[in-house]
């Protein structure tokens, strides 16, 4: 049986400026991400794994990556990874960071075909990644299964953005996720396929009709690597039906505060790691960097839209009429994070 899901750890991507070869000509091409500085796409970043390979460049096309959301109106819209300052400095006192993440909109580009009983399995992981200078805790994730309805029966019409939606912290109790050390890894899988008996079981238990686009959240929080590759078993089911792995991120090793950046990078400028920042993030294929760039993308959480910053949405009918930016598919993310110290040692009876 062929896994549909993964957590290949030793191919998580980390972009390091590759001072061994010469610079790549980029011509008249147009921004990429993984450039490092998004005002200033003169050189090209190319990203390695943990395993050595070097993905090749249709790969980190169509390779699903995490976008921050800029919050200065004078300053570029979508921000890659390794352009990314932390915010929060993390320390002695504090260096542990515990974090909530809720998916505010996923958005199913113009082009992907969506027929009627078209649903899909999305997975999330994230949690500690090896690499941490940490050695309390155990290597865990907090790993996340939904299920989604992409088409709505009751109107004869694709889902709306805004009606996949979750707060995820609810399938994990309301527990923080938490990331020992400040240096976690990020995953993200879609899988769209028919309904199969055992998906609705699994997954169709809070449906509300057969209008209701997020079915349900199963929530795994802090599980092992082996636990994880249980899961990935039970949701490997999929293969035996006919499906299409809608989009996909390799882990991502992400510095969510300064400490952790130090510690990975050692100070060095030509280490360039990716860093999260609390806000809302996008994740979406590397190609499609250029175009929320040059749209200078706001988001709108009451339609659960991406659009230009030009559009005028006075006219709401624009946000779906003459937004380019339908075209992408994307979701869309708030992240919440402290800066804190675990304690490994906790035990109710003391």
Known sequence: MTALFSHRLDQTLTGIADTGSAPVARGAR????GSGDDGNPAEELPFRRDDGARPSDDDLANQFVVFQLGNDPAGPAIL????????LAGSDAAPDIVTRL?????????????????????RINFGKDPESIDRYFDTAFWAVAAGLKLYDEQSARP???KELQADLNRAFGNRPIEIPGGLGNLSFEVVKHE???????????LGSGAGT????????????????????????????DDHEVLFRSAPMRLALTQRAHGEFTGGNPRIRLGALNPGYCILARGRDHAALAAADAVFYPTFGLLAPARLDVRDVANLGRDNPLNALTYAVFRVQMKSVQLDPMFNFRS
Do not use: C, N
């Open 80 to 87: 890659s990874a390794e352009s990314v300052a932390p915010q």
């Open 213 to 240: 686009a997020l079915t349900s959240v199963l929530g795994f929080p802090a599980v092992t690597t082996t636990a994880i590759g249980l899961i990935d078993e039970l949701l490997g089911r999929l293969a035996d």
């Open 102 to 122: 809720s998916l505010t909109a996923f958005h199913l580009g113009a082009g992907e075909d969506v027929e009627p009983g078209t649903r899909a399995t999305m």
């Open 30 to 33: 147009s921004p990429r991400f």
């Open 159 to 161: 889902a709306q953005t």
């Open 195 to 205: 309904e199969p008996a055992w998906w609705k079981r699994l997954f169709g238990f």
